[in-house]
């Protein structure tokens, strides 16, 4: 199966920067999807970016112009590049990724990281 890994989170001040990655592991012949999502303590989780392979973005309202979402195909690893940070960005930020399974590259798979913690504040 495919595994997910979170990193890059910690506590940021207003207006900061940080940049979290995920980086998929396992028997993977692609990753098509790679979303992130967020999930702020007493709220829903939403969807906060997400990139298709051939490189087609797609941004929550409240983070356009803030954040971007890239990724890494050579190393099966996206990234959440997060600037003019807020102190309602602070959340645990989890990592989906939907793809194929090796090494036919048939069978899909739908898989999420364990999270990683935003805080922003002063």
């Known amino acids: 199966q495919v595994q997910l890994v979170e990193s890059g989170g910690g506590l940021v001040q207003p207006g900061g920067s940080l940049r979290l990655s995920c980086a998929a592991s396992?028997?993977?012949?692609?990753?098509?999807?790679m979303v992130w999502y967020r999930q702020a303590p007493g709220k829903q989780r939403e969807l906060v970016a997400g990139?298709?392979?051939?490189?087609?973005?797609d941004y929550a309202d409240s983070v356009k112009g803030r954040f971007t979402i890239s990724r890494d195909n050579a190393k099966n690893t996206a990234y959440l590049q997060m600037t003019s940070l807020k102190p309602e960005d602070t959340a645990v930020y989890y990592c989906?990724?939907?793809?194929?399974?090796?090494?036919?590259?048939?069978?899909?798979?739908?898989?999420w990281g364990q999270g990683t913690r935003v805080t922003v504040s002063s």
């Open positions: 989906n990724a939907r793809g194929l399974i090796a090494p036919l590259g048939v069978r899909p798979y739908d898989s």
């Open positions: 396992g028997s993977i012949f692609s990753v098509n999807v």
């Open positions: 990139i298709t392979g051939g490189g087609g973005t």
